[in-house]
């Protein structure tokens, strides 16, 4: 009895989920202070029901025309002396006013849904931007994007449906079933009614299997699609290892779990619509039946007989229609719901309420007794304590995992400190808020990453608001200005996509560029030349030298000798202070900085002479 009852629970799970997604949505139909939405929306609905009112009306001047053209029954008042072809007319002109409120309806709706899937789409974006740092490097990108997609069509797809298909068909099918019952008898009512339920039960049931087969497409597909997207960001590593082969077959794998839900989607789909069509027939067949001896029994007339089978075509399409409804319906609330799980992921950094904005009076940075761990069983940094004055130059040094980069890392507040202090002009950067932060420090990475867009775009994204000038005085100071005017297309070039089009010399110096425009007060060098070639090293740390002048520089170095000019220099080991003190003084101490310092020039000489 446990696995009824834990599926009992699952469902009852998924019901409430479900509810809780149309909850959310329903702020966006119909929205506080928007009365222009709303108003549109009680049209919608308006023009919803007279497009059902004259669908249900249509029957009747059907019947009409029939038992005119037999010379049959007694027309009403209304329609005395409009004889077979008026009738036909009005006939002609009701599924017209159908179609045409219809349209209307749509029209009308159309700007409603639109402004709730831009709303909707604008605040996922802007909340995936808000999540931390930890985050996005343990999220597959390709499925981010999956998820952002699928979520933000459902919305439309569920407000449309939901209004315009359910709702119009329950309204039809309460209309059909009173007529029915008031214009025949109470046995054309049961059949209907059963036909309905027994159509409706069927259809949900089958749908809900469904939709499970249909999730477990949904997670092959952005399984698959990760992979795609994955391989392609890596392009040049695939080929590097000749890897093209094992990259195909990590896919193909991935969609054969796709292709077999797939194939089931498609036998359930075939056993839904025999169903379906199987329930109706006979619904449809109880009914001409019994109006079949009606008319044998002159109760009824020809154009009766035609209108109960009118009626049945009327209500057998939407009918048809709603297994197909239902399920996207479903999978729309599965798709939002994944969104709306996005949208509930706290950000882990946030501002505090009311925080002011950081005021930067020369720019000291100062960390006190930081400890920070990315985890709790893996602490980074156990107290460091370090101080940038206004102005000066602090470079930071040590083995890969001594916390260097994470420095950098909590200056920009993509994290916060576990203990501890992370202070600008005095000011914590966890009581300031983000924004101004930002705007405060530049960094200039180890690999500068491009939009793929024009080199015009990538320098002007250091400051969007600076004039044509000021972008080309940012590039000449990053000497790349002439380099630029060299290509065919100026400024105006595309640099592809992560900018591979330029060389690793050419996008540091967009990168700089970039910096430069935007003219911070504290610049962080994140190894920003290690990644680069001695020759082209050389070039770009001329301009980086430039570039911290009259700014408080921190660096964080692999080549020691980029950072020998700094004001001091502080080895970290195993997320300790080791050392400090400028270079001259760290030499003559005979350290761990001096260690590193002569194994890192006996490797160069021993290039040199090779």
């Not at 007279?50 to 019947?63: D, G, N, R, W």
């Not at 605040?123 to 981010?144: A, N, Q, V």
């Not at 007989?305 to 709603?322: D, E, G, K, R, S």
Request: hydrophobic share 45%; aromatic share 8%; charged share 20%.
């Amino acid at each position: 009895m446990r696995p009824a009852s834990s599926s009992a629970e699952i469902a009852a799970l998924e019901r409430g989920r479900a509810l809780k997604t149309i909850r959310r949505v329903g702020p966006y139909l119909w929205p506080d202070g928007q009365g222009w939405v709303k108003r549109r929306v009680v049209l919608a609905l308006a023009m919803l029901v007279l497009a059902k009112v004259i669908s249900v009306a249509i029957p009747f001047v059907y019947k009409e025309a029939v038992d005119t053209l037999a010379g049959e029954g007694q027309s009403p008042a209304w329609m005395l002396g409009a004889g077979a072809v008026g009738i036909t007319i009005a006939y002609g002109m009701a599924r017209l006013l159908n179609v045409g409120f219809q349209q209307l309806r749509d029209a009308v709706f159309a700007k409603v849904g639109q402004r709730a899937l831009r709303t909707l789409a604008l605040e996922t974006f802007t909340h995936i931007h808000r999540l931390s740092m930890r985050y996005h490097i343990t999220r597959k990108t390709g499925g981010l994007s999956r998820i952002i997609e699928r979520g933000v069509k459902g919305v439309e797809f569920l407000l449309r449906f939901l209004l315009f298909s359910i709702g119009p068909l329950v309204l039809e099918l309460l209309m059909v079933a009173v007529i029915f019952y008031v214009v025949f008898d109470v046995w054309y009512l049961a059949i209907v009614v059963l036909t309905i339920a027994a159509y409706v039960t069927f259809t949900f049931r089958v749908t809900e299997w469904r939709v499970k087969i249909r999730r477990q497409m949904n997670d092959q597909d952005t399984d698959a699609n990760q992979k795609a997207i994955d391989s392609l960001l890596n392009f040049e590593t695939v080929k590097y290892f000749g890897a093209e082969r094992r990259e195909a077959e990590r896919y193909d794998a991935a969609m054969v779990g796709y292709e077999a839900a797939a194939i089931k989607t498609s036998y359930s789909l075939a056993f839904l619509n025999f169903g379906q069509s199987l329930l109706i027939t006979a619904g449809l067949i109880g009914v001409m039946i019994l109006a079949a001896m009606g008319v044998q029994a002159g109760d009824l007339t020809v154009g009766d007989f035609v209108m109960v089978n009118a009626y049945m075509m009327q209500i057998t399409t939407p009918l048809n229609f709603l297994g197909t409804v239902y399920r996207e319906i479903r999978q729309s609330l599965v798709d939002m719901g994944e969104m709306f799980d996005l949208l509930g992921q706290p950000a882990e950094v946030q501002t505090k309420p009311d925080a002011p904005a950081l005021k930067v009076t020369g720019g000291a940075v100062e960390l006190r007794d930081v400890a920070f761990g990315y985890d709790d069983e893996r602490p980074i940094l156990k107290g460091v304590s370090i101080s940038v004055p206004v102005g000066g130059s602090v470079a930071l040094v040590g083995p890969s995992g001594s916390g260097k980069s994470t420095i950098g890392r909590l200056l920009f507040r993509f994290y916060d400190v576990n203990d501890g202090a992370l202070l600008i002009d005095g000011q914590d950067v966890r009581d300031v808020t983000q924004e101004s932060l930002h705007a405060a420090i530049g960094v200039v990475p180890q690999d500068t990453v491009l939009f793929n867009d024009t080199i015009y775009y990538n320098i002007a994204y250091g400051r969007p608001e600076a004039s044509k000038e000021e972008v080309e005085g940012a590039a000449k100071a990053a000497k790349i200005h002439d380099f630029i005017q060299s290509l065919p297309h100026g400024y105006n070039t595309l640099v592809g996509e992560r900018g591979l089009k330029l060389s690793g010399g050419e996008k540091q110096r967009v990168g700089i560029a970039r910096t430069l425009l935007k003219n911070p007060p504290i610049l962080l060098l994140d190894e920003a030349t290690s990644a680069l070639d001695s020759e082209t090293e050389a070039e770009i740390q001329s301009e980086l030298k430039a570039m911290g002048h009259g700014r408080t520089v921190l660096s964080i170095a692999h080549r020691l000798s980029t950072i020998v000019d700094a004001d001091e220099i502080v080895v970290l080991e195993n997320g300790l202070v080791a050392e400090r003190g400028c270079h001259d003084d760290l030499l003559a101490l005979g350290g761990r900085y001096a260690a590193m310092w002569q194994r890192q020039q006996a490797g160069e000489e021993g290039e040199a002479a090779a």
